[in-house]
């Protein structure tokens, strides 16, 4: 079954249905909507629904959307289905119905044959569960020749279970189209096809009729056969820089394709969850925090920094097999390499626990590098300070701390920008004791820390280079191809506004 691209026409008057309607065509769309519920006057003069039928030059589904179902439309009753009526004799190829309130007319139309073609619609305003959303699916499909439903999505994992039940309603070959409402439920745009959904909703200059709408000309070509789909798995996402960045990198390989931050909370982060992101249409997905430890476990085959760090930030697919590398390694390693730090012999205290800190001290202990470890719980420290041969001291002693290190590695997120750590430094007695200060926070790109240890007259580094480094290397696995670093690297710089 093939998915439909339909660019949503939010205009208020027929000039502007007949200038939108050109462009969406152009860009790729296959049908246009017209929402004639932004008409000016549309629920006073119905000759409208006839006007904007005849400038357009392709199919067309009309729509009166309802007040109660996010429109414009105040009209009920005996008004609405005149309005409706008209549509049926103005030449639409399809006509968008509520379950809610067009019941009788759409019992009507499905008993004739011809056109238009019937879509049974209904849009939640909240989050709905999935049993009750199948529920209505199979009732409109009995009632319509497409099912069309619409659900706000708080995070991505709802989103996510939108899909399941897509895979499952594809099974049962019904016509469908399943929408997540939001930033969080593109992903239900992004991967209509593989969803099986038979219409995709798009905008028109940014004109949105729902949130999260992409643009016609994307949508057209994410139905690409070679288009790629890539994500981010995180809790929370909305700080992440990566789709900047990963998007230049497409383009730099000559690829369609889009990347996704996807807020996934840690109790949805299962392995169903990441097979039913695959089952769609994902190409490639990175994980960031507090993820990291559970996809190591949840890998088929880890690749060799994964086994060593017990750590994955890059999943891809092969063969059916779920497969895992850690890219904070190398992403790590090109940092230290292009601010010429060196590693051999010297002593390295990283501060923090977590899944960078893993990442740093692995290539700062294969780099010859003596390794301390801090964190404010002892013992994921001591584990960490276990895989690299090194100890742990703790927390608490770095205030005062008087023993100087050649490298100090931040692998918190001390000093990230729009969280309550933003203005807050590492502790004093390390910020007086680093030879060199490698702060992974890439945003801002001059931490408050950095700014400490350059006032000693001592280098500081931060991030950015290991972000832009790390997403080079998942491209390559994701892809097999080498992105341009520059493109990535300025998008980057762009996004956190250096
Ligand atoms: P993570 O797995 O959540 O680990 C964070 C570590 O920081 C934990 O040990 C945590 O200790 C500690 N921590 C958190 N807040 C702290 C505080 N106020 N004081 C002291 N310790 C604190 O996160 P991660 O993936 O390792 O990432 C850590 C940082 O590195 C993040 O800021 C992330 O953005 C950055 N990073 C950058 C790159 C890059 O490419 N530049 C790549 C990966 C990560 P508790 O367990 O006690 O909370």
């Known amino acids: 079954m093939m998915t439909l691209v339909v660019a949503s026409l939010v205009e208020r008057g027929i000039a502007g249905v007949s200038r939108s309607s050109k462009k969406a065509f152009d860009a790729g769309a296959d049908l246009v909507e017209v929402r004639l519920d932004h008409l000016r006057r549309i629920d006073d003069d119905d000759r409208l629904v006839h006007d904007a039928r005849a400038v357009i030059d392709g199919p067309a589904i009309a729509t009166l959307r309802s007040e109660r179902e996010g429109g414009k439309s105040r009209s009920s009753g005996g008004a609405r289905r005149a309005t409706l009526r008209e549509v049926v004799d103005a030449g639409y190829e399809y006509i968008d119905l509520e379950s809610a309130r067009d019941g009788a007319l759409l019992e009507e139309l499905q008993s004739r044959s011809g056109l238009p073609k019937t879509i049974s619609s ?86 949105e009729a729902a949130p999260g709408q992409l643009d016609v000309r994307t949508q057209s070509r994410l139905l690409e056969k070679d288009s790629v789909i890539l994500g981010l798995i995180g809790h929370p996402v909305a700080h992440s820089v990566s789709r900047p960045m990963q998007e230049a990198a497409l383009k730099s390989v000559g690829l369609n394709g889009i990347y996704l931050p996807l807020d996934i909370p840690p109790k949805r982060m299962t392995r169903t969850t990441v097979n039913t992101l695959f089952d769609i249409g994902f190409d490639g997905l990175n994980v960031t925090v507090p993820n990291k430890r559970l996809a190591s476990r949840m890998c088929d085959l880890r690749r060799p920094h994964a086994v060593s760090t017990d750590s994955v930030n890059t999943l891809l697919r092969r063969k059916g097999k779920l ?31 977590g899944g960078a800190a893993r990442a740093a001290c692995w290539m700062l202990r294969d780099g010859g590098a003596d390794v301390t470890v801090s964190a404010r719980r002892i013992k994921p420290a001591s584990e ?84 832009v480094r790390q997403g080079e290397e998942a491209f390559i696995i994701w892809t097999g191809l080498k992105p341009d670093v520059g493109s990535m690297r300025r998008a980057a710089r762009r996004a956190v506004g250096a």
Do not use: W
């Open 384 to 467: 960490v300070a276990g895989m690299c041969g090194g100890k742990a001291v703790p927390y608490s002693t770095l205030e005062t701390m008087a023993e100087e290190y050649d490298i100090v590695v931040n692998a918190t997120p001390i000093g990230t920008k729009g969280t309550d750590q933003g203005r807050k430094s590492l502790p004093k007695g390390v910020l007086a004791n680093a030879r060199v200060l490698v702060d992974l926070v890439y945003n801002p790109p001059e931490t408050p820390s950095m700014r400490a240890v350059r006032k000693r007259g001592r280098p500081a580094h931060g991030g950015l280079e290991m972000l």
């Open 323 to 353: 497969v895992g590398e850690n890219s904070d390694t190398v992403g790590f390693e090109k940092l230290l390499s292009s601010e010429k730090v060196a590693v051999d012999n010297a002593s390295a205290l990283v501060i923090g626990a």
């Open 122 to 207: 209904f849009h939640y305003t909240r989050p709905a569960a999935k049993h009750h959303v199948k529920a209505r699916i199979q009732r409109a499909c009995s009632a319509a020749d497409i099912a069309k439903v619409a659900v706000p999505c708080a995070d991505a994992a709802q989103a996510v279970v939108l899909a399941e039940l897509a895979l499952e309603l594809r099974k049962e070959r019904r016509a469908f189209a399943i929408i997540g409402i939001g930033v969080q439920g593109q992903l239900t745009r992004a991967c209509s096809s593989g969803m099986g959904s038979m219409l995709v909703y798009a905008c028109v200059d940014g004109k």
